[in-house]
């Protein structure tokens, strides 16, 4: 199974799904769509509407929009 993070530094949302990733023993790759422009674009073409975060993607397909209900709205960098 290959996870992927895509978040922004200023999002607290983000920072409390990486924690409990963490806390789970998931190994995870990170990107951080506020300075990485290639990784906003990966992130438009996998979420409708206004990109938000954090979203977590399971073996290349969307698992998780927000966390808990809650997250942050992007623009591109």
């Known amino acids: 199974m290959v996870l992927e ?3 922004g530094r200023s999002c607290q949302y983000t ?11 998931k190994t ?3 990107y951080d769509v506020e300075s990485d422009a290639q990784a906003f674009e990966r992130l438009e ?8 975060v954090p979203v977590l993607v399971e073996d290349g397909r969307v698992a998780a929009i927000g966390w808990h ?9």
Request: aromatic content about 12%; hydrophobic content about 30%; proline content about 6%.
């Open 15 to 25: 920072a409390e799904l990486r924690e409990q990733l963490e806390w789970d023993g």
């Open 5 to 7: 993070l895509y978040g």
């Open 28 to 30: 995870f790759a990170e």
């Open 45 to 52: 073409r996998m979420v409708d509407g206004r990109p938000m």
């Open 69 to 77: 209900g809650r997250g942050c709205y992007v623009s591109k960098p």
